[in-house]
Structures are given as structure tokens and as C-alpha cells.
T-cell receptor, first 112, second 113 residues
């Protein structure tokens, strides 16, 4: 089944403890993105990648890192999480962008 | 920067009736893509419909159709014969480049029995 797989689905962590949210797609898509969803703000792009080893900042990159060492994987790293990073996170991928993005099932992150 | 505005935070509709969700966007580009995504309580993001700006004809997918007014920069979603399963958050999205999709704040739609 063609899909974007995100893990974990839920995560509660403490301030300052490094964490990684994994994202993998099995559709050989070129484009991958990370978004965060907050009430009243919709989805905002954190980072995106156009291909292996090619990444760039979105609108809200502060406090996040990404890497794209393989085409299928695009992990999101929070080196020192803070409470303002409590949010719902989505990974998404697309072959060409213009056909729309396929989203993972989301990761609900709570930083206390 | 392109912005997307959904002016209706919440809407409700009776089952079997028709409802229209509004979306406007701001851009100076002539070629771009527009999308509507549905997010049910399961929180999965589901692509409902897409529209290419250079196409005059409004897109249709079963009970879902759009009214694309390029000059007015408007992209509304019409849901006909509303069903209980249509209850969800709906997001309008604009894309100029393949790596830059921007979303509105969303409209929460409730379909009442």
C-alpha cells in the first residue's frame, strides 16, 4: 500500500530532551515536507526537501532540524524541545507537487 | 508571500443539503495550484479536490465541486448531498512551487442528522 509512515503517533517528552520523529514513504516521491498544525493557524511548513541531500527552511524552522540521506526517509529532529513546540506534526510527500501531497497520520507531540 | 484565508471558522449543514466553504488567496502569480483537504476526527489529511489555475473548467469529484474565480482569487468548495461522514475540518491550500504549499486556518464543518 502506498503510504507515508510517521512514528510515533503520540509522544510526551520533557523540555530539552532530544527527540526524532521518523517519516518514511514508499512511493519514490521526490518532494517531502514537514508541517506543524496549531489551532487557528492551519498547517505551517517547517522544512522541505526536493531530493536527497537537498533541504530548505519553510516558514517556521526555528528549533528543528531535518536530513534527507535517503529518498524514502525524512526525519524531523528537535535538538532541545520547548513547550512552544507542543503541536500536531505532519510529514507529507509528493511526486511532483502539482498532484498534491500525501500525508502521514500525524504525530501529537507534547513538551512539558 | 502568498496567503490563504478561510473566513468561516465553523459551519454546519443538515444531512442531504448543500454547503459551500469559502477560500480566498493572495498572489501575483498567474500559474499555480489549489487544493482542498479534509481532516476528519481521525486527523488524517485527505486530498478532496485540486484545481490548476490555467484551467478554466471547475474541478469536480463526485459530490465535491469547486467554484474557481481566478480574477477574484477565490476558490470555494461545494459539497452536495452532505453526509455524516463529511463532518471534518477542511483546509484550503495554495501552491505556486512544488515545494511550497500554504494552508488556510481551516473550516470546521458539522453535518447534522
Amino acid at each position: 500500500e502506498a503510504q507515508v509512515t510517521q512514528n510515533p503517533r503520540y509522544l510526551i517528552t520533557v523540555t530539552g530532551k532530544k527527540l526524532t520523529v521518523t517519516c518514511s514513504q514508499n512511493m519514490n516521491h521526490e518532494y517531502m515536507s514537514w508541517y506543524r498544525q496549531d489551532p487557528g493557524l492551519g498547517l505551517r511548513q517547517i522544512y522541505y526537501s526536493m531530493n536527497v541531500e537537498v533541504t530548505d527552511k519553510g516558514d517556521v524552522p526555528e528549533g528543528y532540524k531535518v536530513s534527507r540521506k535517503e529518498k524514502r526517509n525524512f526525519p524531523l529532529i528537535l535538538e532541545s524541545p520547548s513547550p512552544n513546540q507542543t503541536s500536531l506534526y505532519f510529514c507529507a510527500s509528493s511526486l511532483s507537487g502539482r498532484d498534491g501531497y500525501t500525508f502521514g497520520s500525524g504525530t501529537r507531540l507534547t513538551v512539558v | 508571500a502568498q496567503t490563504v484565508t478561510q473566513s468561516q471558522p465553523e459551519m454546519s449543514v443538515q444531512e442531504a443539503e448543500t454547503v459551500t466553504l469559502s477560500c480566498t488567496y493572495d498572489t501575483s502569480e498567474s500559474n499555480y495550484y489549489l487544493f482542498w483537504y479534509k481532516q476528519p476526527p481521525s486527523r488524517q489529511m485527505i486530498l478532496v479536490i485540486r484545481q490548476e489555475a490555467y484551467k478554466q473548467q471547475n474541478a469536480t469529484e463526485n459530490r465535491f465541486s469547486v467554484n474557481f474565480q481566478k480574477a477574484a482569487k477565490s476558490f470555494s468548495l461545494k459539497i452536495s448531498d452532505s453526509q455524516l461522514g463529511d463532518t471534518a475540518m477542511y483546509f484550503c491550500a495554495f501552491m505556486k512551487k512544488e515545494d511550497d504549499m500554504r494552508f488556510g486556518a481551516g473550516t470546521r464543518l458539522t453535518v447534522k442528522p
